[in-house]
């Protein structure tokens, strides 16, 4: 299965500022998305980030405040803009590189605003 | 729209004992259905998905369509199962949504 590297691992970050997240995979994937993981809560999607075109983002999520790039098929970032307290998450990327062997997620990124 | 329910946010069982968790789903067309696991400080990772029929660490889920619910299922707990444990549907999109989650502590 692919092997996944998020960078940074943990940040704390003044309110009104941005953060961008990185996430590299060892292969080569169609897609890529990125997911939320709020205190106490599950995973909920944020965006799925697909090579030459923009990010398709789910309902409550816009590109103003979670604007993402992919620039090549191993490689996206999510960028977590203007914080405030309540983007404090886990933020996660994951690829879809074997469907039998389900989707692979990365370690995250734990974000706490300030 | 899809939806994935876990009615429990927590279980516990003593070790030994028999582990039901439960997931049912709401999906019109033919789901894809996944267990997956999260240990103390580790990565989420994949347990179990409905199209393999496998059992992986003595845990098995089955489908069933007409109750819409995919309950994962160990006959004997062991302590090392404690974990969060997510259901996870795939719906043609190849978009993966979660469950609650539930948390599953095996007592000694």
């Known amino acids: 299965s692919a092997v996944i590297s998020q960078k940074p691992s943990r940040d704390i970050c003044q309110r009104g500022t941005s953060l961008t997240i990185q996430c590299q995979v060892d292969?080569?994937?169609?897609?890529m998305f990125w997911y939320r993981q709020q205190p106490g809560q599950s995973l909920t999607l944020i965006a799925t980030?697909?090579?030459?075109?923009?990010?398709?983002?789910e309902s409550g999520f816009v590109i103003d405040k979670f604007p993402i790039s992919r620039p090549n098929l191993t490689f996206s970032t999510l960028t977590v803009s203007n914080m405030s307290p309540e983007d404090s998450s886990i933020y996660l990327c994951?690829?879809?590189?074997?469907?039998?062997?389900?989707?692979?997620f990365g370690s995250g990124t734990r974000l706490t605003v300030v | 729209a899809q939806r994935v329910t876990q009615p429990e946010k927590l279980l516990s069982v003593f070790k030994g004992a028999p582990v039901e968790l439960k997931c049912n789903y709401s999906y019109s067309g033919s789901p894809e259905l996944f267990w997956y696991v999260q240990y103390s400080r580790q990565r989420l990772q994949l347990l179990l998905r409905h199209i393999s029929r496998e059992s992986i660490k003595g845990f098995t889920a089955d489908l069933n369509k007409g109750e819409t619910s995919f309950h994962l299922k160990k006959p004997f707990a062991q302590e090392e199962d404690s974990a969060m444990y997510y259901c996870?549907?795939?719906?043609?999109?190849?978009?993966?949504?979660f469950g609650q989650g539930t948390r599953l502590t095996i007592n000694p």
């Open positions: 996870g549907l795939i719906q043609g999109a190849q978009k993966l949504v």
């Open positions: 980030a697909n090579q030459g075109s923009e990010a398709t983002y």
């Open positions: 994951s690829v879809d590189m074997d469907r039998s062997k389900g989707y692979t």
């Open positions: 292969s080569q994937v169609t897609m």
